[in-house]
């Protein structure tokens, strides 16, 4: 499926107001990468699945554990 690049725009934006923050990390510490949620965009995630799995990930990094 061609996405238009504001489509990705919007999307990315929302998402990014939603966690809180931007989503430029390292995927392998932060648990989230701009590659990886422009992935999940491609695939046809919605901005509230993004968000449980960016959760997810994040919950599994060891710089988020409590």
């Known amino acids: 499926m061609i996405h238009p690049p504001t489509d990705w725009i919007d999307w990315i934006t929302d998402l990014e107001n939603t966690i ?5 990390g390292d995927q392998s510490y932060d648990g989230y ?3 990886w949620v422009y992935q999940l965009w491609k695939e046809g995630h919605s901005v509230d699945g993004a968000l449980a799995l960016v959760n997810d990930s994040k919950r599994e990094q060891p710089c988020y554990r409590a």
């Open 33 to 35: 990468s701009l590659d």
């Open 20 to 24: 809180g923050h931007d989503l430029d």
